[in-house]
């Protein structure tokens, strides 16, 4: 099925723990590099197998598309050696902007589970809204609020710490 190595973030893939601490945990890595904290996981929908761990790295890679899913979304894909990502789900503590939300349809992910919501920028619930366009192939479940308060404590210290 798949090798058990280990990913960027210490975990070893195949490895089973709750998700959403996962990102939280990614997303507090990401914050002491200097990164936005957003973290992402991707988990294996029927096993609950993690596949993916990974926080925002865009400044670190000189990178605009470095996002916390898209990171995800390539480790995972790399691990399933495929480009669809079905019966898939993905955690995030931050509701994906457009481009990572777009990502998701394009993996194919069968859930995305949220934290807080992006009113400037997000892209499932707010702004574009890409799963609700008419031009969207693949629509995943989607569930917001998960531990909302405390993801959007995280995000709300870390830009304060930035005035």
Known sequence: MQNKQENNNGLKTGQKTDPMSLAMDA???AALRGEVPVGAVIVNGATG???AVAGNKTMELKD????AEMLAIREAAKVLDSERLI???MYVTLEPCPMCAQAISFARIRRLYYGA?????GGVDNGARVFAAPSCHHKPEVYGGIREGEAGKMLK???ESKR
């Open 87 to 89: 019966n898939c789900d």
């Open 157 to 159: 210290d870390f830009f």
């Open 49 to 51: 197998e993690v596949l």
């Open 64 to 67: 605009p598309t470095a996002h």
């Open 27 to 29: 997303a507090n890595k």
């Open 117 to 121: 919501d992006d009113p400037k920028g």
